[in-house]
């Protein structure tokens, strides 16, 4: 157990939808990471927060957005959701602003149909 | 720009034989990489790392990797490997921003050891 926390482990909803993703990092940690991981695409990384703003960004589509509460938890969301958007969604965390050290949760799997 | 490339998809190996995971980077830049493991069903756990300093790494569960920059690899090595293993493996290396960071990761190998 990373101690990473991931909500809901399954998602299962139709095109066109919105979703919600929500992650609490391991305690202490104040940067989170949103990876997604698909059959053809791999894993790819898509935004990072750390301390409740934005720090890096990766291959994240316009109709993905994330935050990161006072609390620390962050939530991806995911709208106007395509059959491709079908994935295995991970969060991780860090202590700090660089991925020296980096806890993955187990992730969610959006199914999109 | 940084990339990643895994030189294997599957290896088959078995059991109590020695075992290497081949990856290749580019980096035009300082260069720190990563190994992780994803077990069936779940997140990845991250093996073990180069920063900096000695370029052999050792990490959890027996293995170790040697940082070769002239080559530009970072081979994962395990010289007898169990049924446990069997798992896929991804190198990534840190790609560093300005006040932050991203892992850039290669496509995977998937190591299944049989008996």
């Given amino acids: ?113 | 720009a940084q990339s990643v490339t895994q030189l294997d998809s599957q290896v088959p190996v078995f059991e109590e034989a020695p075992v290497e995971l081949r990856c290749n980077y580019s980096s035009s830049v300082s260069v720190y990489l990563f190994w992780y493991v994803q077990y069936p069903n779940q997140g990845l756990q991250l093996l073990l790392k180069y920063l900096s300093g000695s370029t052999l790494v050792k990490g959890i569960n027996g293995f170790e990797a040697e940082f070769n920059k002239s080559q530009t690899s970072f081979h994962l090595r395990k010289p007898s490997v169990h049924i446990s293993d069997t798992a896929e493996y991804f190198c990534a290396v840190l790609l560093i921003y300005n006040q932050g960071g991203k892992l850039i990761f290669g496509q995977g190998t998937e190591l299944s050891v049989k008996p």
């Fill in chain 1, 1 to 113: 157990d990373s101690g990473v926390t991931q909500t809901p482990k399954h998602l299962i909803t139709a095109t066109g939808q919105r979703v919600t993703l929500r992650c609490s990092p391991r305690s202490g940690d104040l940067s989170v990471y949103w990876y997604q991981q698909s059959l053809d695409q791999g894993l790819q990384f898509l935004i990072q927060y750390y301390n409740g703003e934005e720090r890096a960004k990766g291959n994240i589509l316009e109709r993905f957005s994330a935050q990161q509460f006072p609390d620390l938890h962050s939530e991806l969301n995911l709208s106007s959701l395509e059959l491709g958007d079908s994935a295995l969604y991970f969060c991780a965390s860090s202590v700090d602003q660089r991925p020296y050290e980096q806890y993955f949760g187990p992730g969610t799997r959006l199914t999109v149909t």
